[in-house]
């Protein structure tokens, strides 16, 4: 390939390594989710929520990178499920609160032993490595 397409060459692209990371870290935890009947991205909406009970569209989107396009299909299915609760706030109409419910916490027993099994299964990185990783991602999606 000629020099002035260098840059477009697979191998000199820093979001390919991520992007394909992101793809087999998601797959790791699809036996472990998939029984429960959730997706990754559930999964990770119920950990916001376990840990915070109740908070806006708005907020949780922050909390996860995602906007509320991608949240909204998402938040509707895990309230088929019963396991959120969708409602308008009391303050301003324009905003949806969701909540977790008694059947989304009991989820947490059933998910609790997820990230050690993940973590069981070991990415060739040191633990010091590992938490340079995890810093520079998240400096990186602050960026």
Not at 10 to 21: E, G, R, V
């Amino acid at each position: 390939m000629a020099q002035e397409y260098e840059q477009l060459l697979l191998k000199n692209q820093l979001c390919f390594p991520m992007y394909a990371c992101s793809r087999k870290i998601v797959g790791k935890y699809t036996p472990y989710l998939s029984p429960l009947g959730l997706t990754y991205t559930q999964y990770v909406v119920l950990m916001v929520l376990w840990e915070h009970e109740s908070m806006n569209v708005g907020q949780l989107g922050s909390a996860l990178y995602l906007d509320a396009g991608t949240l909204t299909p998402l938040l509707k299915r895990l309230e088929k499920a019963g396991y959120v609760t969708r409602e308008r706030s009391k303050e301003d109409e324009r905003v949806t609160v969701i909540s977790i419910t008694e059947e989304g916490n009991a989820l947490k027993e059933q998910c609790k032993d997820i990230p050690m099994k993940i973590a069981s299964q070991g990415f060739a990185l040191s633990e010091q490595e590992a938490r340079e990783l995890y810093g520079l991602l998240y400096r990186f999606l602050e960026g």
